[in-house]
T-cell receptor, first 112, second 120 residues
Framework: GENVEQHPSTLSVQEGDSAVIKCTYS??????FPWYKQELGKRPQLIID?????GEKKDQRIAVTLNKTAKHFSLHITETQPEDSAVYFC???????????FGTGTLLAVQP | DTGVSQDPRHKITKRGQNVTFRCDPI?????LYWYRQTLGQGPEFLTY????????KSRLLSDRFSAERPKGSFSTLEIQRTEQGDSAMYLC??????????????????FGAGSRLTVL
């Protein structure tokens, strides 16, 4: 079945710096790749997603890139702010399954 | 309705007791998912429904777990004879079925706030 690996597990950056989180997936038929942000004690919230027919998508300070050949995708956050501090999960959907498989999460800490 | 609702938000129970969680999805969504999340981990898939049909169950879902979605709307997840290892956050999510990569909005999962289970 699908397996999603996520790195790094923790990431500390200074306010204003950029943060990059990387994920790889195993099922080449996967076609939808969302990113969720989860604050402590809260539900996962979708922040950006990308489908397999595009290579990059941007929404203000957040961007996601997808490399289907290498089966990896990345989240880029620019001009980080303290309120960006949270756990970020990548996920992959589709292919032989009809469910989201999540990565193990990245704890992002933005130091003021 | 504006989102996915879950009830109860918190449940503390003694080992061996049965518990039931309810999920009310976004009304027009035809798919409903249950996930389990423990501290420091990503959500793990348990099962999903398309309308009232349960289409897949994870191997994580032992025979003590049962889920239903009787009329294709709300769903319940019951855990019988709870064990301390069942302590976790149980998350429900719903989505609209879509086909192909160009189905904008399709397969976008919206999560509820979760039901936190503590088994003493």
């Amino acid at each position: 079945g699908e397996n999603v690996e996520q790195h790094p597990s923790t990431l500390s950056v200074q306010e204003g710096d950029s943060a990059v989180i990387k994920c790889t997936y195993s099922d080449s038929a996967s076609n939808y790749f969302p990113w969720y942000k989860q604050e402590l004690g809260k539900r996962p919230q979708l922040i950006i997603d990308i489908r397999s027919n595009v290579g990059e998508k941007k929404d203000q300070r957040i961007a996601v890139t997808l490399n289907k050949t290498a089966k990896h995708f990345s989240l880029h956050i620019t001009e980080t702010q303290p309120e960006d501090s949270a756990v970020y999960f990548c996920a992959a959907f589709g292919g032989a399954t009809n469910k989201l498989i999540f990565g193990t999460g990245t704890l992002l800490a933005v130091q003021p | 309705d504006t989102g996915v609702s879950q009830d109860p938000r918190h449940k503390i129970t003694k080992r061996g007791q049965n518990v039931t969680f309810r999920c009310d999805p976004i009304s027009e969504h035809n798919r409903l998912y249950w996930y389990r999340q423990t501290l420091g981990q990503g959500p793990e898939f348990l099962t999903y429904f398309q309308n009232e049909a349960q289409l897949e169950k994870s191997r994580l879902l032992s025979d003590r777990f049962s889920a239903e979605r009787p009329k294709g709307s709300f769903s319940t997840l019951e855990i019988q004879r709870t064990e301390q290892g069942d302590s976790a956050m149980y998350l429900c999510a719903s989505s609209l079925l879509g086909y192909g990569v160009r189905s904008s909005g399709a397969n976008v999962l919206t999560f509820g706030a979760g039901s936190r289970l503590t088994v003493l």
